[in-house]
């Protein structure tokens, strides 16, 4: 019974939600009687872009039995649309969704140094962070200073600038060495947007022609010696 109530609250819930989201967005454009202004500018599918007063703006959208949506308030003479406030508001949001689909998702990839890393450990995450942003992604690197180890903050330091400069071909600084707690950290960012990985996938064999098959030497035929008439 309780998984029940829960459950329909969740659902109540979600739907006041996107009911709210939808009337947010309702509210950033006026329609029609709303539009307090003396003129405003039409525009619209086959309508040529003209100047007129509000009140023969409205009447217009209602002989065609569409809506008057003002899209450009700050415009001198505001600039209205003729076109259905549900289509409108349908495009709008269709639109919207494109442009986030069309946003690049970056990832931020971690990498840790201790204040006295080797080079081959360096080397070995240097290699790792440039493949990071070659791909596309954010390299977060930091030094963790463990115990006593916070008094080669400098070094640590010293060493996330070195990283930063072997990377210049690859990325650039977004934010230079900072000093938290036990962190120092560095973020690099990509200089272009990641690329699609290579495949391991081998190259086809080329195929060879196949060669004509040459005729055979005709075999000499075994003498049988002359053609007797009447012999079978």
Known sequence: MKKCTQLIK????????????KDNLKQQYRINEQIREREVRIVGDDIESTVMPIQKAVQLAESQGVDLVEISPNAVPPVCRLIDYSKFLYQLKKRQKEMKAKQVK???KEIRFGPQTDDHDYNFK????????????KVKAYVFFKGRSILFKEQGEVLLLRFANDL???GKVEQMPVLEGKRMTIFIAPK????PKKTNERPAAPVQKA???????NAPK???GPRVEGED
């Open 10 to 21: 969740k659902t109540t819930n979600r739907r006041e939600h996107l009911l709210m989201k």
């Open 106 to 108: 970056v990832d931020v």
């Open 126 to 137: 240097l290699k790792h962070a440039q493949e990071f942003l070659s791909d596309g992604d």
């Open 168 to 170: 210049e071909e690859y």
């Open 192 to 195: 272009k947007q990641g690329q």
């Open 211 to 217: 060669e004509k098959a040459q005729p055979k030497a």
């Open 222 to 224: 075994e003498y049988l």
